[in-house]
């Protein structure tokens, strides 16, 4: 099968029909043989009637219904254990993002050998303080902490290798960082396309204000984790031991002052309790990497590692 399109929704029970017809118009003019993989994250409009309507009268539209709301990054995840296709293409269903970029997309991925594109919504066709500088601020992040130069991670069309979205799990809200959870798992060329980006046709947006802070979270959870995952003591340790030794040093200093001078009072100086309180946090780092160190030595993941390819094996 050449390509697998996969979307998530919630509620988008207006736009599918017009979407699936405009996928379908590209893929049969294209002469594809494709999918359409719809997963349903839990809507409670009539989003699976519509999925229902339409695979009736193509059987390359699929669906996938969760029977709650669990998030975009879980319903992509489920689309891509589901995908066939060789180029899995994943969009959003309010079509923003233009069925019309398949073709190129598919062309960067077979001929210019990409193992993942990203597209770019150059010119965006949103709210600018509550989307447009937010996500700005966080490109920038992602970037400077993945060393991927992508100018728009987060955007919802994207076409895959066939073996990069069977590597790679989307949980949480990871579905921002994608690219990042791509190059980890070793796939180093990732390449970026400006795409048409158009204002949402139907309803209305599925992210509130949370997702600056949800954000932000999952990038420092996805650093560390890449970094430190399989050898937690050697950050918590790290500083454990620094916090440790500055908070002993200090207390010693002031020990042995007290020692010396009986007259020297310990309890009025700052530097007193700073020290006490630093050599505390110390310790409960120092702890907390020996707890991190024990969870991921029981982990059954412990030694799964990502392979390319093997010989003679
Ligand atoms: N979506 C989803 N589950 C959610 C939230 C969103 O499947 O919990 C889908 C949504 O239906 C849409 C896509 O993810 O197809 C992108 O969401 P939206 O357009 O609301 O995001 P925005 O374009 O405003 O960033
Ligand atoms: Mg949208």
Known sequence: MDISVVVPLLNEEESLPELCAWIERVVTTNNYTYEVILVDDGSTDDSWEVIKQLSLTNNNIKGIRFRRNYGKSAALNEGFKAALGDVIITMDADMQDSPDEIPELRKMILVDGYDLVSGWKQK????????????????????????????????????????????????????????????????????????????????????????????????????????????????????????????????????????????????????????????????????????????????????????EDKLGI
């Open 124 to 307: 965006r066709f949103d709210n600018t303080f509550t989307k447009n500088l937010p996500s700005k601020l966080f490109n920038a992040a992602a970037r400077a902490s993945s060393g991927i130069k992508l100018n728009d991670f987060n955007c919802g069309l994207k076409a895959y290798k066939k073996k990069v979205v069977k590597s790679i799990e989307v949980f949480g809200e990871m579905h921002r960082y994608i690219p990042v959870l791509a190059k980890w798992a070793g796939f180093r060329k990732i390449g970026e396309k400006v795409v048409e980006h158009r204002a949402r046709k139907y309803g209305t947006t599925k992210f509130g204000w949370e997702r600056f802070v949800n954000g932000f979270l999952d990038l420092t959870t996805i650093t560390f984790l890449y970094k430190f995952g399989k050898r937690p003591m050697h950050f918590f340790g790290l500083y454990g031991t620094l916090c440790f030794l500055i908070g002993f040093g200090v207390s010693l200093y002031l020990s042995i002052n007290k020692l010396m001078d009986s007259g020297f009072s310990l309890t009025n100086k700052p530097a007193f309790y700073i020290g006490l309180a630093v050599m505390i946090i110390g310790i409960q780092l120092f702890l907390t990497g020996f707890i991190a160190e024990l969870i991921s030595r029981n982990s059954s993941e412990r030694n799964s590692y990502l392979i």
